[in-house]
């Protein structure tokens, strides 16, 4: 039993020296998404800004392995695909962002354990898509709903 535990310490601590997950950078907010009011930025802010925007929040545990390697991919690959800091530029994903806010796919589940208040409810998902579509943000969802 110790000696299973020493190992696992062991290997904890070699794991720290791989170098991937260690580029916590946040580059500069070149151009935010026209937020139509600032409760819908709130919203996005909680539940999307850690991946998808140039604020990424970096706590403690994001520094240690094996968590800092998922976070790293997390971030890098969400700002790739939606960035709402450097809006404008580049190609902005959302062709399916009404269906993965509805059905509760962004935020995805693993963030949501561990980060509460990015949970949304029902009238937050409204919210941030009606913002959203204000703010001119093309959405497949969004478009085919009928308002009158
Ligand atoms: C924990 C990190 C994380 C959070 C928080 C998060 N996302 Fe994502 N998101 C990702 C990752 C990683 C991808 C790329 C991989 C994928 O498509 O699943 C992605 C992809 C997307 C895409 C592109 C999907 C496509 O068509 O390829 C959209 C749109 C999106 N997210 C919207 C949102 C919205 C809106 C929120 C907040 C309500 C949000 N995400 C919160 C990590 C996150």
Redesign the pocket.
């Given at each position: 039993m110790k000696k299973v535990v020493v190992i696992l310490l062991v290997l904890v601590l070699l794991i720290q020296l791989v170098p991937y997950g260690r580029n916590h950078q946040n580059p500069p907010v070149l151009q935010e998404l026209p937020w139509p009011d600032t409760e819908t930025r709130a919203i996005?802010q909680r539940?999307?800004f850690?991946?998808?925007s140039n604020e990424t929040l970096w706590p403690w545990y994001t520094n240690i392995a094996p968590a800092s390697w998922l976070v790293q991919?997390?971030?890098e690959?969400?700002r790739s695909?939606?960035n709402f800091s450097e809006w404008g530029r580049g190609e902005q994903?959302?062709?399916?962002?009404g269906e993965?806010?509805q059905n509760g796919e962004?935020?995805?589940a693993?963030?949501t354990l561990i980060h509460s208040n990015?949970r949304?409810s029902m009238t937050e998902k409204d919210l941030?898509l009606n913002g959203l579509s204000a703010a001119g943000v093309a959405s497949s969802e969004t478009e085919e709903k009928d308002d009158d």
């Open positions: 996005a539940a999307c850690d991946c998808h991919r997390d971030v690959e969400g695909k939606l994903e959302t062709g399916e962002i993965l806010i962004m935020p995805p693993q963030y990015a949304l941030l």
